[in-house]
């Protein structure tokens, strides 16, 4: 596991961060309903490369989770620039995953954080996304925080299944569901996708175009999420066409495919 032995004062609420290796800044970001964990086995190996950085966006992981926080995509891209200043880091370079990729892609065109290189892995993009489950909670968010915790766990172990392409073990069903557990955990799971909102992806897609930094698409070929086709708009976009598929891989090649990440990085 990788230790978020910091925090940070953001706008009053408490976000968790951690940093490990040596070497030029690396800044990696998670998705949703994830957290910083999901690089746990992918983050040593990249920092003996880069110093490396990683963080629980708001309201996610060990970040502060009660009642009433906007954790919309709308405050995570100012998080995002609040942090690479108070770690005084000049062009990090960028790895970043669903959630993450919206994240990063908001800071760069909102905030105007310039970025080293910048790798994205199944990011949340362009419109549209979100399943049926996700608008059917918008809909319906308190009922669902009423849940009972043995219906609560059952439908976040089948929704963060979903997110794999092959059987996730118990461990890492472990790491995925244990932020959103307990009364505090239920209830801010919830409150994410409540807040989950395509408006703060269509007011950057507008202006996307090829990026003078390096970057990276990576999409896996099984991602039932956002399918394939649309990494494949995106990197028309973004990256003049340029994707590199990851065959067994659904959207969270962290666990189906963390190699592919790996190699891409090195």
């Known amino acids: 596991m990788l230790a978020l032995d910091h925090h940070f004062d953001f706008k009053g609420q408490s976000v968790a961060w951690g940093v490990i290796g040596d070497g030029e800044p690396l800044v990696l970001i998670h998705g949703t309903p994830f957290s910083s964990q999901v690089w746990r086995r992918i983050a040593p190996l990249l920092a003996r490369k880069w110093r490396v950085y990683y963080f629980d966006l708001c309201g996610y992981g060990q970040s502060e989770k009660r009642e009433g926080l906007d954790v919309s995509l709308g405050v995570q891209n100012e998080l995002l620039s609040a942090l690479v200043y108070h770690w005084q880091l000049v062009k990090p370079a960028i790895l970043a995953h669903d959630f993450g990729g919206a994240t990063a892609l908001r800071a ?12 994205l892995v199944d990011p949340v993009a362009l419109s549209p996304w979100g399943s049926p489950f996700v608008q059917h909670v918008r809909k319906h968010e308190a009922a669902f925080a009423g849940n009972p915790d043995y219906i609560h766990d059952a439908v976040l172990r089948a929704y963060i299944q979903g997110a794999a392409y092959n059987k996730l073990d118990e461990e890492a069903l472990s790491v995925y569901m244990g ?21 703060y992806t269509n007011e950057i897609s507008v202006q996307y175009s090829p990026m003078e930094c390096p ?3 990576i999409w896996g070929e099984e991602d039932t999420w956002i399918p394939l086709s649309q990494g494949k708009k995106l990197a028309e976009a973004l990256n003049n066409g340029r ?3 990851v065959p067994s891989a659904g959207h969270l090649v962290q666990e189906d495919r963390p190699e592919a990440i790996v190699a891409a990085m090195l």
């Not at 760069?108 to 790798?119: E, R």
């Open 179 to 199: 932020p959103w557990q307990g009364d505090v955990g239920k209830a801010a799971f919830y409150r994410q996708i409540g807040q989950m909102d395509q408006r």
């Open 243 to 245: 994707i590199s598929i």
């Open 108 to 119: 760069h065109y909102l905030n105007g954080l310039d970025y080293a290189q910048l790798t």
């Open 215 to 217: 970057l990276h698409i």
